[in-house]
T-cell receptor
Framework: SQQGEEDPQALSIQEGENATMNCSYKTSINNLQWYRQNSGRGLVHLIL?????REKHSGRLRVTLDTSKKSSSLLITASRAADTASYFC??????????FGAGTRLFVKA | DTEVTQTPKHLVMGMTNKKSLKCEQHMGHRAMYWYKQKAKKPPELMFV???????INESVPSRFSPECPNSSLLNLHLHALQPEDSALYLC?????????????FGEGSRLTVL
């Protein structure tokens, strides 16, 4: 089952620009996480935000969470060509059930 | 050691074959997961083991049979698969404490069913 939607489905930007991806979900959550996946590879955890947190930063990443709207956003600042990948939000709803959203494919042009 | 190791990396099997996918982690994690991912789609949860007991089965067909022999190992036994089961199968692990999040993923086993 898929927990939510992400938009945009695909995003193409120039190096140095910021990239913003949005995620919506349907049920109550314990936490929301963002992952990155290079083509055909495993997923890499980027950042986790708990349901009682509103904003979190890690390096060039900024995540916000609005539980009233059941939505989150991931901002990547000063993007690099190496940031080209698919980005997924994932929600943990309890009992280790972690469900992924549809994903955003980011392409950063050098 | 922060690795999750999956073998084999690639597997081609016929619909009558029996094969297994293997996953190993040595991080002391007590929760282990199988996900299935089709091209350009998100990973779909199949099974979760918590402390070596099956805690989640997302209504997966019985032709997929998981096994957790010990806290470091997770297997997925495959039998009588269909061509539509061709996908990337991802194993992941986590600490096993609720709400600590972070799944550590292996690189996946790419399965082709002929």
């Amino acid at each position: 089952s898929q927990q939510g939607e992400e938009d945009p489905q695909a995003l193409s930007i120039q190096e140095g620009e910021n990239a913003t991806m949005n995620c919506s979900y349907k049920t109550s959550i314990n936490n929301l996480q963002w992952y990155r996946q290079n083509s055909g590879r495993g997923l890499v955890h980027l950042i986790l935000i708990r349901s009682n947190e509103r904003e979190k930063h890690s390096g060039r990443l900024r995540v916000t969470l609005d539980t009233s709207k059941k939505s989150s956003s991931l901002l990547i600042t000063a993007s690099r060509a190496a940031d080209t990948a698919s980005y997924f939000c994932a929600t943990e709803t309890g009992g280790f059930k972690t469900i992924f959203g549809a994903g955003t494919r980011l392409f950063v042009k050098a | 050691d922060t690795e999750v190791t999956q073998t084999p990396k690639h597997l081609v099997m016929g619909m009558t074959n029996k094969k297994s996918l293997k996953c190993e982690q040595h991080m002391g994690h007590r929760a282990m997961y199988w996900y299935k991912q089709k091209a350009k789609k998100p990973p779909e949860l199949m099974f979760v083991y918590s402390y070596e007991k099956l805690s989640i089965n997302e209504s997966v067909p019985s032709r997929f049979s998981p096994e957790c022999p010990n806290s470091s190992l997770l297997n997925l036994h495959l039998h009588a698969l269909q061509p539509e089961d061709s996908a990337l199968y991802l194993c992941a692990s986590s600490h096993g404490l609720v709400n600590t999040g972070e799944l550590f993923f292996g690189e996946g086993s790419r399965l082709t069913v002929l």
